[in-house]
């Protein structure tokens, strides 16, 4: 099992950023990925990006390519999105995921085993 606590959320104005934390514990030594996911209200849980646990590779979900950055502190076990130039449109709950029972995808809410809490993201425009 492994627990994850999300951290780093609040209120920006369009065009700001803010660098969202995930803190790991436990068996974190079996994880393959840890992904990043969002929910705004009224839609369902969406993919924003993900990371190996080793670091070598990122992917992103295409509307956040370019401005958010996932990186992860092995030392520390926490993974971290940056998100630059925020707009209005990416205000929602997001979400911290880890996927420590190998699969074959990485990009759908079914995927991973373990989730954060999840931390608020209001973009104001």
């Known amino acids: 099992q492994v627990q994850l606590v999300e951290s780093g959320g609040g209120l920006v104005q369009a065009g700001g950023s803010l660098n969202l934390s995930c803190a790991a514990s436990?068996?974190?030594?079996?994880?393959?990925?840890m992904g990043w996911f969002r929910q705004a209200p009224g839609k369902e849980r969406e993919f924003v990006a993900t990371i190996t646990w080793s670091g070598s590779s990122t992917y992103y979900a295409d509307s956040v390519k370019g401005r958010f950055t996932i990186s992860r502190d092995n030392a520390k076990n926490t993974v971290y999105l940056q998100m630059n130039t925020l707009k209005p449109e990416d205000t929602a709950v997001y979400y911290c995921?880890?996927?420590?029972?190998?699969?074959?995808?990485?990009?759908?809410?079914?995927?991973?085993?373990?989730w954060g809490q999840g931390t608020q993201v209001t973009v104001s425009a």
């Open positions: 995921a880890a996927q420590y029972q190998l699969k074959r995808y990485w990009s759908r809410v079914g995927d991973y085993d373990s």
């Open positions: 436990g068996r974190t030594f079996n994880i393959y990925h």
